[in-house]
């Protein structure tokens, strides 16, 4: 379970320094912000749809160990335990990660504050599944 934990860590912190870097090269004007700023037609669909996965995401990944065929997954059979958490535990931490990383992109691309709200959002709810070994151990057993 320890190495299962490590590797749930590194993706909680690989997604957190991913989009610290993006926010660095972007306010350091080592990438340029607003190059798609005068396109609405892109900038409406776009922020339709991250407000919708946004949305969507959240509950989802905060009651995703709760729903009755994961959890009868993970507790089952505890050999199988650790490599259950492992893809359940990346897949809940991708639902939140990749979507802040497109609303950091979006926000700077755009300069549309919808974007960056969503991505403090996102951001807020991390810690909430927080991978700490104890976390793994209650939801595994």
Do not use: H, Q
């Not at 909680?12 to 700023?37: M, S």
């Not at 691309?109 to 991505?119: C, E, I, K, R, S």
């Amino acid at each position: 379970m320890k190495k299962t934990k490590n590797i749930l860590m590194a993706e909680f912190f690989g997604f957190i320094t991913v989009v610290l870097i993006l926010v660095l090269l972007f306010e350091n004007d080592i990438l340029e912000n607003g190059n798609w700023a005068t396109e609405k037609n892109a900038e409406f669909l776009l922020v339709s749809f991250m407000e919708l996965i946004t949305i969507a995401t959240i509950p989802i990944t905060m009651r995703l160990f709760k729903f009755k065929k994961i959890s009868n997954m993970l507790t089952y059979d505890e050999s199988l335990a650790p490599k259950k958490m492992l893809f359940w535990g990346t897949f809940r931490m991708a639902c939140l990660g990749l979507p802040l990383i497109a609303n950091t992109i979006l926000y700077y691309l755009f300069m549309n504050v919808a974007f960056g709200y969503m991505a403090i959002i996102l951001l807020i709810c991390m810690p909430f599944i927080y991978p700490s070994i104890d976390r793994c151990i209650n939801e595994t057993t």
